[in-house]
């Protein structure tokens, strides 16, 4: 029987300082995230500055309780997997270091995982049955990706968003409603009390590719609304606003995921990534899933917000395929997936 592989992994490409202890990519012995979101609350969104000081603060004490609960030391560990782009330059910056620090000391590979991947990955932790090829939907603050998972560590990206994120689009129309950071939580949240139908929201199709994404037009359309009830001195549902914005948004991308695995012949869908977590975008997947005989995967919410054990899982097969990096492993904050 093969050694088992535990990888030490570290993320912080945004607001999370996380460090968790990964065996084999799939057996989580500990995930600590350190979130900062009730400091960014008070700014209306993150602040990079701020996020890296406290990255400083945080790194170490995340990664000595991850080793703590997961009970080891660094000397059980085989190798250190850490985020090193896309993100905030800043925050990225602060784990690459650490896990450079912790690679040379004990003299052990160093492995750098980009942040999609992470999240992609996420969804081998709780369905160990799960293997490529899948397709992927992934959906955060920062991205907005279809991906045909080829194999562990090799993408086909089939549509990408041409101006704002998913995420980013919920924080938006948070912040018009008066919802406020951060917004997709919030928005999921009031949509339950209002009537997806009650307005009719555009839902943008991008002429030359059939799965990219625009939710610019849609996020204008939301405020262009908000902005004509105020000037005629109208109350608006924020109820329904919420609902409606929701379902446009949830409706494209749901589309465009089923259109994608009947096309390439898929039979298993995942989705990853902050906005993963949302209520209304599980339920409208399932149901078209069920609907065209797919099997859909997705993590649990925690493992859909930033965290270490998807890097780590990202992390082993990156490791098991050869990767490895040097000390001039830097931070690249627009890293693309697929990059090397």
Known sequence: MEKDVKILAIESSCDETSAAVVVNGRNVLSNIIYSQIDIHTLYGGVVPEIASRKHIEKITQVIRQALKEAECTLDDID???????????????????????????????????????????????????LEPP???????????????VVDYGKFEILGITRDDAAGEAFDKVARAIGLGYPGGPKIDRKAKEGNPDAIEFPRAKVAESAYDFSFSGLKSAVLNYINQAHMRDEQINEADVAASFQKAVTEVLTEHAVAAAKEYHMD?????????????????????????????????????????????????????????????????????????
């Open 79 to 129: 190798a250190v997997a850490v985020t090193y782009g896309p993100g905030l330059v800043g925050a990225l910056l602060v784990g690459v270091g650490a896990a450079k620090a912790i690679a040379f000391a004990k003299d052990i590979p160093l492995v750098g995982v980009h942040h999609i991947e992470g999240h992609i990955a996420a969804n081998y932790i709780e369905n160990k049955e």
């Open 134 to 148: 899948f397709m992927c939907l992934v959906v955060s603050g920062g991205h907005t990706h279809l991906v045909k």
């Open 268 to 340: 298993k869908i995942a989705i990853a990534g902050g906005v993963a977590s949302n209520s209304a975008l599980r339920a409208s997947m399932k149901a078209a899933c069920e609907k065209a005989g797919l099997t859909l995967y997705h993590p649990s919410p925690i493992l859909c917000t930033d965290n270490a054990a998807m890097i780590g899982a990202a992390g082993y097969y990156e490791y098991i395929n050869g990767t490895r990096h040097g000390w001039d492993l830097n931070a690249i904050p627009n890293l693309k997936l697929g990059e090397r």
